[in-house]
């Protein structure tokens, strides 16, 4: 009787860690996928700046320098496309470094290397539309249809948004979702295409961000 | 329930092992120096549970170079994707008859 009883007991002990052990197995497999194959330091703050700067820059763009295309390839006055270039370089360039920075110092808090295999794979799958689109606007605008460069620069942008969903927070996927049907209506209406790029580059990002740093970051 | 347990694979007993099968799961490829981040463990630690893996045919190495530089990567074989599987299963049905 008393051997059964110590049996019993050694028996549902063992059960009893080996329960905690199975649980603790799956739980350390899924963390580890996400984090090998996930860039999750992403911040919502990146997206508010990106948005913030986008939303200068297009204020810069209209207002200061004049530049509203009201059709594919319309003709502009003498220095303007100069103008419009170096500004859409440095609100690339600002939005982009905003970006990193916010990232970075949140994957410091949360113990995260910015440069590991998973942002790698991050860049590499954001980079290959996004170089592309870069190319295919230059081109563009070389052969006088500067009208689709902002339009074609948020399909392609989203494009390169959607693929990131893959390495990142799949939450991305549907602000690239977004910039593809600003985009796609720009082309459309060309004469809108200064206001679409405004709504997607500017406050679809700034909605993105906010929605972002109140869901996860607070 | 024995033979449930037959299932569970000895050698993922090992949080070691257990990760670098789950992180090569979804990476095609990982070199040494990455695998070593994600499992914050030392080189001579890592190095042995990754012998032991290969020893079992679960993952293999690709060697190549970079320039001059050596470079190493290892993936999961059609064999360690099996056992990771079948180990996979079994820890569910484990969790799910302990409910």
Known sequence: ?218 | MKGLIGHLNKSFESRVRLGIMSALAVNDKLDFNSLKDFLEVTDGNLASHIKALEKEDFIRVEKSFIGKKPNTKYFQTAKGRKAFENHLKALEEMISLQK
């Open chain 1, 1 to 218: 009787m008393t051997e059964t009883i110590i049996n019993f007991a050694v028996k549902s002990t063992l059960h009893m860690t080996k329960r905690k052990d199975y649980s603790k197995d799956i739980s350390e497999i899924r963390s580890m996928m996400e984090r090998s194959s996930k860039f999750l330091a992403l911040s919502g703050w990146a997206g508010i700046m990106a948005g913030i700067i986008a939303l200068a820059g297009s204020y810069y763009a209209v207002y200061i320098i004049g530049f509203n295309p009201g059709e594919v390839s319309p003709h502009l006055p003498e220095g303007t496309l100069y103008n419009i270039t170096v500004t859409a370089f440095l609100v690339f360039m600002l939005a982009l470094s905003a970006s990193v920075m916010f990232s970075r110092s949140r994957a410091k808090r949360k113990g995260e290397k910015i440069w590991n295999a998973a942002s790698r794979q991050l860049l590499i799958q954001t980079a290959v539309p996004l170089v592309t689109g870069g190319i295919l606007i230059t081109i563009s605008i070389l052969k006088g249809l500067i009208g689709l460069a902002a339009p074609l620069s948020l399909i392609f942008y989203g494009l390169s948004l959607f693929n990131a969903g893959k390495h990142t927070v799949s939450e991305v996927q549907y602000l690239g979702f977004v910039q593809i049907l600003f985009g796609l209506a720009g082309v459309t209406f060309i004469h809108l295409g200064m206001i679409f790029w405004a709504g997607g580059f500017g406050a679809a990002h700034i909605a993105y961000g906010l929605y972002m740093y109140i869901r996860y970051e607070r």
